[in-house]
């Protein structure tokens, strides 16, 4: 009999997260809830958690100071909750690193399909590509594939799985414009909408903790219109 996946939620409402654990229990995970942000923030980074729901509106300490505080010590999967689906929150969320959002208006069925999809990321990372290396280098950016863990420089660097994702396959094709069509493809564990630009969002951040200048990038190309590209150091990109 497998292990329940650990689930920490982290909201006011009492009344929902009744319904969320009723829901999610029968169906293999362990969820625990916590009502207030500092609460939330201490107990996601005192225990080991398969991932966080984290509502966006919390007493105390609200949600985005929440996932930040996490992003600073942790790459633990993060579904975010907005009140309204207000786009601000879900920019806000996704350049702070959460992997996926919902409004409130969610479906228990949509719940579950969005945190399967990030725990099936964490698990089991991007579909493997016949013949490719556990370990891909660029410069001082090392990649270890098989164990889903990055080093610049020697220092470890702290990755959403979504933004592990978009690393691999963007320095597994170093030198090569990748749109985000391929991207989406690559990494998708549901629909994307067909104008979200989440990508361009998880990029900016990845470029953030890669310490890349966009105007003299080392890693990182945007070419407008096309899409983005790991530079070769050794070729002509």
């Known amino acids: 009999m497998s292990t329940p996946s650990r689930i920490l939620l982290i909201d006011d ?4 997260c009744r319904l969320v654990r009723d829901y999610l229990s029968p169906l293999g995970y362990a969820v625990e809830s916590v009502h207030d942000g500092v609460e939330g923030a201490k107990l996601a980074l005192a225990e080991k958690w398969d991932a966080v729901i984290l509502d966006v509106m919390l007493p105390g300490l609200d949600g985005l100071e929440v996932l930040r505080r996490l992003r600073q010590e942790s790459g633990i999967p993060v579904l975010m909750l907005t009140a309204r689906g207000d786009e601000a929150d879900r920019i806000v969320g996704l ?3 959460a992997d996926d959002y919902l409004p409130k208006t969610f479906s228990p069925r949509e719940l579950l399909a969005r945190l399967r999809a990030v725990l099936r990321r964490v ?5 493997p590509v016949a013949g490719t290396a556990s370990w891909i280098q660029v410069r001082d950016l090392k ?4 164990a889903r863990s990055a ?3 020697g220092e470890p660097l702290v ?6 994702e978009l690393l691999v396959a963007l320095a597994r094709a170093k030198g090569r414009v990748k749109t985000r069509e391929q991207l989406v493809d690559e990494i998708r564990d549901r629909e994307y909408e067909v104008f979200d630009r989440s990508v361009d969002v998880h990029i900016s951040s990845l470029r953030r903790k890669l310490k890349d ?3 003299e990038p080392r890693y990182l190309r945007t070419l407008r219109a096309a899409g983005y590209m790991m530079i070769d150091p050794e070729g002509r990109a």
């Open 159 to 164: 990755l959403t799985p979504v933004e592990f």
């Open 123 to 127: 698990r089991t990372g991007a579909l």
């Open 213 to 215: 200048d966009a105007r």
């Open 95 to 97: 350049e702070l690193g």
């Open 13 to 16: 409402d009492r009344k929902l």
């Open 151 to 153: 080093t610049l420089a």
């Open 143 to 146: 990649i270890n594939v098989d």
